[in-house]
């Protein structure tokens, strides 16, 4: 399929630049694939499109604070996206561990004029960067420093990584609700985090958790609904702008995921029982349909300095895919692409937002709702004045 196949036309006004006043009045568009159907509910209306027996699969992972600005020798200001720390305050399985006086990490720095091997960026906190090398596709390798411990710096004076389409500053104007009283930084650091986040480790927050309030969770249980949480750390990966015009020759950035074994098995005998998974967000989905799915060609990154070796796969070392119920991958990379085409093997309901043109986001949903009905429904949110992205509204494939 070609990329053109994935866009859509989308008023700026209705990207959401706030989150509702509460997490679960925002609405909720219900597809029926079988019936071809739309309907149009609220999120807390959810329960009334679920059932006894569903297996309700969320993504627990917390987005760390990892925007930070900072100052050059010279002066100049610079802005710092952290992406994934390379010391063992994160463990091989991805687990924040204790505190360090210092860490390594690989980054984004803008602007990077004047930017080399050896500079030096002060932050608040007495927070301090060196410049180790420049990697791969604009990434940078820093080493972080700090008397009372990297993590706890970083949560003092980080600013959530919000995608770019949520304008702050001057540009914070549109649909959506900041209390009286509070500083839109605040807000954020509330509102994009799920109530359930548990694992650090994401740099974007799996957004179709955002919705979910500890009331609509205790009603969807008190249904008879299996709730489990799994991990997937979201990464630039999923966010990667597609360039390939054949979307089949796109290439996922690896991210990190972890299934516990309580929850495979409960998957695992809900679909022998013909009972639904239902997986919440595109993030959730991946993982799960990782579990049991064959390898996916691995990413290798031209000459990466991060990644020494250079060997097909080293990059994604660490578990690609599972190879059918029997022999599960329960914990590694994943950087399984899904787009029309695929079959899916473990999700049997899906709940997500609503996602940017020619995104591989928009692809996943257009792979399980079947791309011309998705297009169809995208074409009545934008007709309805639905909220778009991050802290839009959210729509339901069953």
């Keep these: 399929m070609k990329l053109e196949d994935f866009n859509y036309y989308l008023p700026k006004e209705l990207i959401a630049q706030l989150p509702s006043e509460r997490r679960d009045e925002s609405h909720l568009m219900v597809l029926n694939r079988k019936e071809g159907t739309i309907q149009h509910k609220r999120f807390f209306e959810l329960p009334e499109h679920l059932r006894a027996g569903d297996v309700l699969v969320l993504n627990d992972t917390k987005v760390i604070p990892a925007r930070l600005f900072g100052k050059k020798k010279t002066g100049g200001l610079v802005e710092i996206l952290l992406i994934q720390s390379l010391t063992s305050s994160i463990s091989h399985e991805g687990r924040w561990k204790g505190e360090r006086e210092s860490q390594t990490w690989t980054c984004l720095i803008s602007p990077a004029r004047g930017i080399k091997k050896g500079s030096e960026i002060t932050f608040e906190h007495k927070l301090k960067a060196t410049i180790i090398e420049k990697?791969?596709?604009?990434?940078?390798?820093?080493?972080?420093?700090?008397?009372?411990?990297?993590?706890?710096?970083?949560?003092?004076?980080?600013?959530?990584?919000?995608?770019?389409?949520?304008?702050?500053?001057?540009?914070?104007?549109?649909?959506?609700?900041?209390?009286?009283?509070?500083?839109?930084?605040?807000?954020?650091?509330?509102?994009?985090?799920?109530?359930?986040?548990?694992?650090?480790?994401?740099?974007?927050?799996?957004?179709?958790?955002?919705?979910?309030?500890?009331?609509?969770?205790?009603?969807?249980?008190?249904?008879?609904?299996e709730i489990f949480?799994?991990?997937?750390?979201?990464?630039?990966?999923?966010?990667?702008?597609?360039?390939?015009?054949?979307?089949?020759?796109?290439?996922?950035?690896?991210?990190?995921y972890n299934i516990d074994p309580a929850a495979f098995e409960a998957i695992k005998k809900?679909?022998?029982?013909?009972?639904?998974?239902?997986?919440?967000?595109?993030?959730?989905?991946?993982?799960?349909?990782?579990?049991?799915?064959?390898?996916?060609?691995?990413?290798?990154?031209?000459?990466?300095?991060?990644?020494?070796?250079?060997?097909?796969?080293d990059f994604v070392k660490g578990g690609m895919g599972g190879f059918g119920w029997e022999r599960p991958s329960l914990s590694g990379c994943t950087n399984l692409f899904i787009y029309p085409g695929y079959r899916f093997n473990v999700v049997d309901a899906l709940i997500t937002n609503f996602h940017l043109p020619k995104s591989t986001l928009l692809m996943l949903v257009a792979a399980f709702a079947g791309r011309d009905f998705i297009m169809q429904a995208y074409e009545d949110a934008v007709r309805l004045h639905y909220r778009f992205f991050s802290y839009g509204d959210a729509m339901m494939i069953a």
Aim: glycine share 10%; net charge positive; hydrophobic share 35%.
């Design 229 to 256: 949480y799994i991990t997937l750390h979201t990464g630039l990966g999923t966010f990667k702008p597609v360039k390939e015009e054949d979307i089949a020759r796109h290439r996922m950035m690896p991210e990190y």
């Design 135 to 225: 990697g791969y596709d604009g990434e940078w390798l820093i080493e972080l420093y700090a008397d009372i411990g990297v993590d706890k710096v970083i949560e003092l004076v980080g600013n959530m990584p919000l995608p770019p389409y949520i304008k702050r500053g001057h540009g914070a104007k549109g649909k959506g609700h900041l209390p009286q009283g509070k500083k839109i930084s605040e807000l954020d650091r509330e509102r994009y985090q799920t109530i359930f986040a548990k694992e650090k480790g994401a740099i974007a927050a799996p957004t179709a958790g955002l919705h979910f309030t500890q009331e609509l969770l205790n009603r969807i249980q008190n249904l008879d609904v």
């Design 270 to 313: 809900a679909k022998k029982e013909k009972r639904r998974i239902v997986a919440v967000g595109s993030t959730a989905t991946r993982a799960l349909e990782t579990m049991v799915n064959p390898p996916s060609p691995p990413f290798n990154p031209p000459s990466s300095p991060f990644f020494k070796g250079g060997k097909e796969g």
